[in-house]
């Protein structure tokens, strides 16, 4: 089994696992899999790169078998997770009604540096630059999303986090980041999002694990209106960094000022 960090506090918890640190590999591809037992009865066969399962949301057993493997799992808390290494297949033997279901791919490339500093962007972003995006499945079952670096959103995924167990009425975020790019995804229940680039607020509801909200550098951002068993699932194109955060408004109303052309 492999382990991933989480925090728990009166907030709910959060649990996080980037490229290389805590999966064997650069994430090329995160998947998810909503009520999967009835719409994925089939073993994924063998592939050439290494898989991570793990469960979100409910419980997944899952099979792994072959190359010298050979495991059954029990995916029951989000911070677990089970290896499927390059060569074996895996199988689901059983799961939840509310289980959600998350599969990371190895990139079969690794990835590019990350994207580098301020001096590359030409202003700071707008709550108007923060975009829904209709994300698809790997096939024609509306049960399962899958998101590609570098394909489906405009970085390479050096890290997922998740929101989980919120209470009601609790807010999280409050705060920007200097630089790094994210996509949000309520893959259980749902919650808002209320953007604010310093002049303008704006609030986006997320209620689907087949859309996701594409979050630019640089915008404040407040989560709020958790239903009881929403997961937040985000896609983060940077490693952790409590440098990139900006948690006191203003100072991030003075650093956007800093860096916005005069007109
Ligand atoms: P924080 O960003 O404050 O959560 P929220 O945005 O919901 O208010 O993160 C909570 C704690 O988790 C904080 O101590 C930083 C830590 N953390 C990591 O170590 N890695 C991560 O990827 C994330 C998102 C947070």
Same mark, same amino acid.
């Given at each position: 089994?492999?382990?991933? !960090?989480?925090? *728990?506090? +009166? %907030?709910?918890? @959060? $649990?996080?696992?980037?490229?290389?640190?805590?999966?064997?590999?650069?994430? &090329?591809?995160?998947?998810?899999w909503n009520n999967?037992?009835?719409?994925?009865?089939?073993?994924? !066969?063998?592939? *050439?790169? +290494? %898989?991570?399962? @793990? $469960?979100?949301?409910?419980?997944?057993?899952?099979?792994?078998?072959?190359? &010298?493997?050979?495991?059954?799992?029990?995916?029951?808390?989000?911070?677990?997770?089970?290896?499927? !290494?390059?060569?074996?297949?895996?199988?689901?033997?059983? $799961?939840?009604?509310?289980?959600v279901?998350?599969?990371?791919?190895?990139?079969?490339?690794?990835?590019?540096?990350?994207?580098?500093?301020?001096?590359?962007?030409?202003?700071?972003?707008?709550?108007?630059?923060?975009?829904?995006?209709?994300?698809?499945?790997?096939?024609?079952?509306?049960s399962?999303?899958?998101?590609?670096?570098?394909?489906?959103?405009?970085?390479?995924?050096?890290?997922?986090?998740?929101?989980?167990?919120?209470?009601?009425?609790?807010?999280?975020?409050?705060?920007?980041?200097?630089?790094?790019?994210?996509?949000?995804?309520?893959?259980?229940?749902?919650?808002?999002?209320?953007?604010?680039?310093?002049?303008?607020?704006?609030?986006?509801?997320?209620?689907?694990p087949?859309?996701?909200?594409?979050?630019?550098?640089?915008?404040?951002?407040?989560?709020?209106?958790?239903?009881?068993?929403?997961?937040?699932?985000?896609?983060?194109?940077?490693?952790?960094?409590?440098?990139?955060?900006?948690?006191?408004?203003?100072?991030?109303?003075?650093?956007?000022?800093?860096?916005?052309?005069?007109?």
């Amino acid at each position: 089994m492999l382990e991933f !960090p989480a925090f *728990g506090d +009166g %907030r709910g918890r @959060l $649990a996080f696992l980037e490229g290389l640190r805590h999966v064997p590999f650069s994430i &090329g591809r995160v998947q998810w899999w909503n009520n999967p037992v009835a719409r994925d009865a089939a073993a994924h !066969p063998p592939v *050439g790169v +290494g %898989r991570v399962l @793990l $469960a979100v949301a409910g419980r997944a057993d899952v099979r792994v078998r072959g190359d &010298g493997v050979s495991e059954d799992a029990r995916l029951d808390r989000p911070d677990r997770g089970v290896l499927v !290494p390059r060569g074996a297949a895996w199988e689901l033997v059983e $799961a939840s009604d509310d289980a959600v279901l998350v599969t990371l791919s190895e990139a079969r490339e690794p990835h590019a540096e990350p994207a580098a500093g301020t001096g590359r962007r030409a202003r700071p972003s707008t709550v108007d630059d923060a975009r829904l995006l209709r994300l698809g499945g790997s096939d024609a079952d509306a049960s399962t999303t899958s998101v590609t670096g570098h394909l489906d959103v405009p970085f390479g995924v050096e890290r997922i986090y998740y929101l989980f167990d919120v209470p009601p009425a609790t807010a999280r975020g409050s705060h920007a980041h200097k630089e790094l790019e994210q996509l949000i995804v309520a893959v259980a229940g749902s919650f808002d999002v209320r953007l604010n680039d310093g002049a303008t607020d704006r609030i986006v509801t997320l209620d689907r694990p087949d859309v996701g909200l594409l979050m630019p550098h640089m915008l404040w951002r407040d989560l709020e209106r958790f239903t009881p068993g929403a997961v937040c699932l985000v896609l983060a194109s940077l490693p952790y960094d409590e440098a990139d955060y900006i948690r006191e408004r203003d100072v991030y109303v003075a650093y956007r000022r800093a860096r916005t052309p005069a007109s």
